[in-house]
């Protein structure tokens, strides 16, 4: 599948997924950069949404990894909120979801996989590392290697075939009814399907970590 | 062109056998819903917490039947979509 290449920067080429990456980067950094500007101790408006959305992250984070999990409260909402706007963003006709790209899905896994060896090093040293391979047995060696592979690869195949297969879905549905009847149909696969399969991501994400950290 | 006939009748043969996986897929799904609607009736005040593990379950057992779909659309992009081109000119 041939990536559609929409324009060149001095010949290195730009495809669509790449433009909306970009767009929804600039649309998070612009956004929480000028929603955090006047910050009040006693919240007002949006910064109650702001407050609310890092606090339920924050809760979800510690919960499952312990104080020392808070570290990790930054990247996990990063990834949550690309990951949402990004499948959101396939609703509107004409726009391309980056998830919706095997690259992007399998760059966040690879993200979440080397943050989670990362962290099991700098926490508790490389032998404890390295032993780690080898149990509980240590035949069970390739076992280990193939399971880190698969782990990666089913948790990128995930995000990708839900926001792919929907686009697909509702590729076919626009070539038979144009016209009013996709409405409810975008509503829950584009919407709520997005959704969803965000937070399944962000989950498994913090389990993956939490995995390598006790 | 009778090998890229027979190419593209035997991945759409494979292609329907594959996705009927989705079955046991909606088989699985439809049981813990009914597990999850026995379980808020048992005791209503935890609807919120048995809603999203029941979401979040079935999200992710949702998974299996994503690979075979996404094994499907691999091949359909990749062999069947040059192929047909080629194809329909040979047809004429």
Known sequence: MEPNIVFYIYSFPVSDSLLFTWIIMAVLSIGSYLLTRNLEKVPRGVQHILEVTVEGIEKIVVNDMGQGGKVFVPLIMAIFLFILFSNVIGVVPGAVSPTADLSTTLALALVVWVVGHGAEIYYKGVKSWAKGFFEPYWFLFPINLVGEISQVLSHSFRLYGNIFGGGILLGVLYMVVPYVAPVPLLAWFGVLMGAIQAAVFTMLAIAYIQMHMD | ????????????????????????????????????????????????????????????SESGAIYSLAVV????????????????????
């Open chain 2, 73 to 92: 659309l691999l091949m359909i992009f990749t062999i069947v979509l040059p192929l047909l081109g080629r194809f329909m000119d040979l047809l004429g």
């Open chain 2, 1 to 60: 062109m009778m090998e890229i006939a027979i190419i593209i009748s035997a991945i759409a043969i494979s292609s329907g056998i594959a996705l009927l996986v989705g079955g046991a897929v909606g088989l699985g799904e439809g049981y813990v819903a009914g597990k999850a609607v026995e379980a808020i009736g048992r005791q209503p005040e935890a609807e919120n917490a048995i809603r999203t593990t029941m979401i979040l379950g079935q999200a992710i």
